[in-house]
């Protein structure tokens, strides 16, 4: 069982839905972003999402495309974003990171020596946005075998036929993209996002978690409310990208968990 897997097993046994933050690794620095890190379990965060900073991140809008380029131009690579992960480990050994980002650069180091490098830093689980269920045994299989989780996205495109491949080696949780289209592009809707989390629940026992346009406490409630939890990414790292003081990063990053762990 992995430290993803833990957690929702107890947020289940508590009645809890679970509350997702995303930040790009190294954004604006290295040493903010630590910071930042470390404080979101404080902050309510049941699972931090560690963004992979990548020259081309062709699923991200204007926010996250600038935050990676910002932590790019500090000199942020694969290897400094593992030893972020390792140094937020040094004090906290139970809240999952879930490491999400693009294969290039996991390819360019090479699988095996990655999936150990990362296993050690202390990351939980895999979201590789450019790669589909048919490339499996490129990441997604030798992953698993080494204990990480690899989650997947869903999205509104998701019909049934495709689902079923989509599920087949997906571990941790489902990521239901609740829009079409790029992070920060438009606002999710729980009317439209309730039917479609059920129907992915109905094909899986995996928590279904939903991201994409989410960016208040009350929009985090609404999503929270007709699935497991919710994700809130390029909301945070506007405030971060707005130099906010890490206190006040943090202080958002509450309001919009306190929304999620309403329900």
């Known amino acids: 069982m992995t ?14 839905k679970a509350f997702v933050a995303y930040i790009m690794a190294g ?17 309510g965060v049941d699972v931090i999402e560690l963004g992979l900073p990548f020259t081309d991140p062709m699923a991200d809008g204007p926010t996250i495309q600038a ?3 910002r932590a790019l131009d500090g000199g942020m690579t694969l290897q400094r974003t593992l030893d972020l992960a390792r140094a937020f480990r040094e004090t906290d050994d139970t809240t999952p990171i879930v490491l ?3 294969y290039n650069p996991i390819y360019s180091q090479g699988v095996d020596a990655f999936l150990a490098d990362a296993k050690n830093a202390g990351i939980d689980g895999l979201i590789v946005v450019d790669l589909p ?15 990480l989780n690899f989650v997947r996205l869903a999205t509104p495109t998701t019909d049934d036929k495709r689902l079923p491949r989509v599920l087949q080696n997906t571990s941790g949780f489902v990521y239901y993209v609740s829009i079409t289209g790029i992070t920060g592009a438009a ?5 439209d996002v309730g039917p479609e989390v059920a129907r992915i629940k109905a094909a899986t ?4 978690i939903v991201g994409f346009g989410i960016n208040t406490p009350e929009k985090s409630r609404n999503i929270a409310s007709v699935s497991d939890g919710a994700v809130v990414g390029s909301a945070i790292v506007s405030q971060i990208g707005a130099g906010k003081p890490v206190t ?6 509450k309001t919009l968990s306190d929304g999620a762990h309403s329900v």
Request: a negative charge; charged letters at 30%.
């Open 27 to 43: 954004d604006p620095d290295y040493d903010t972003s630590l910071e930042v890190v470390k404080g979101l379990p404080s902050a």
């Open 67 to 69: 935050a990676g380029q």
């Open 187 to 191: 606002e999710a809707q729980a009317t």
């Open 133 to 147: 269920p048919e490339e499996d045994e490129e990441l997604c299989l030798p992953a698993q075998a080494a204990g």
């Open 205 to 208: 026992d995996l928590p279904v």
């Open 248 to 253: 006040e990063v943090l202080d958002f990053v």
């Open 3 to 16: 430290r993803i897997d833990a957690k929702f097993a107890a947020l289940k046994a508590e009645g809890k």
């Open 100 to 102: 999400m980002g693009y």
